[in-house]
């Protein structure tokens, strides 16, 4: 059974940093690329960043690019996100997703992030 | 990016009765490989999303065959064939051909 399990999501004060983690099992995790997608309250979905199945692209919307980096170990089968210079509008539940060629087929059940003062 | 507009934002439903959202695009969605990387996500309150359709026809793993996509080019469209009750949320189309993939603005589903 494929399981993406994220952690690392909590308050944080505009202009801080915080460090996402998505661990995943029942699949074979070198094998996939790997997304962030998130959620904003009461919003539609955004993708975030994305990250090839060895790691060596990656790739981010221009609302964060230069702010945050995705990251993945494929011998701890998990894939990180780190988030710096955080801004209010980036408050949102951030889920980890599985991708299969055009399509995201397995969400994680999400953590939320809190950017305010 | 490309841009996908679903209709309707809200749609209130019977129970048993049939339901279609649609899904327009704003270039077409045909990859060069010939593909069309269109899916379907459905999102029960206070769930993750969950896929229920890719290329634009195919159900997911477990999904109910109540459930159907069809479409080409720019003109997508889900349908479920009788509304049940677990079937209430919000239902997202999502395009994979183009960088970014981009998601609608969702369609909240919900029982007369």
């Known amino acids: 059974e494929v399981q993406l399990l994220e952690s690392g999501g909590g308050l944080v004060q505009p202009g801080g940093s915080l460090r996402l983690s998505c661990e995943a099992s029942?699949?074979?995790?070198?094998?996939?690329?790997m997304s962030w997608v998130r959620q904003a309250p009461g919003k539609g979905l955004e993708w975030v960043s994305a990250?090839?199945?060895?790691?060596?692209?990656?790739d981010y919307p221009d609302s964060v690019k230069g702010r945050f980096t995705i990251s993945r170990d494929n011998f701890k089968n998990a894939v990180y996100l780190q988030m710096n210079s955080l801004r209010a509008e980036d408050t949102a539940v951030y889920y980890c997703?599985?991708?299969?060629?055009?399509?995201?087929?397995?969400w994680g059940q999400g953590t939320l992030v809190t950017v305010s003062s | 990016d490309i841009v996908m507009t679903q209709t309707p934002l809200s749609s209130p439903v019977t129970l048993g009765q049939p339901a279609s959202i649609s899904c327009r695009s704003s270039q077409s969605l045909v990859h060069s490989d010939g593909n069309t990387y269109v899916s379907w996500l459905q999102q029960r309150p206070g769930q993750p999303p969950r896929l229920l359709i890719y290329k634009i026809s195919n159900r997911f793993s477990g999904v109910p065959d109540r459930f159907s996509g069809s479409g080409t080019g720019t003109d997508f469209t889900l349908k479920i064939s009788r509304v049940e009750a677990e079937d209430v949320g919000i239902y997202y189309c999502?395009?994979?051909?183009?960088?970014?993939?981009?998601f609608g603005q969702g369609t909240q589903l919900e029982i007369k």
């Open positions: 999502m395009q994979g051909t183009h960088f970014p993939h981009t």
């Open positions: 990250i090839s199945n060895s790691g060596d692209r990656t």
């Open positions: 029942g699949f074979t995790f070198s094998s996939y690329v």
């Open positions: 997703t599985r991708r299969d060629s055009g399509w995201k087929d397995y």
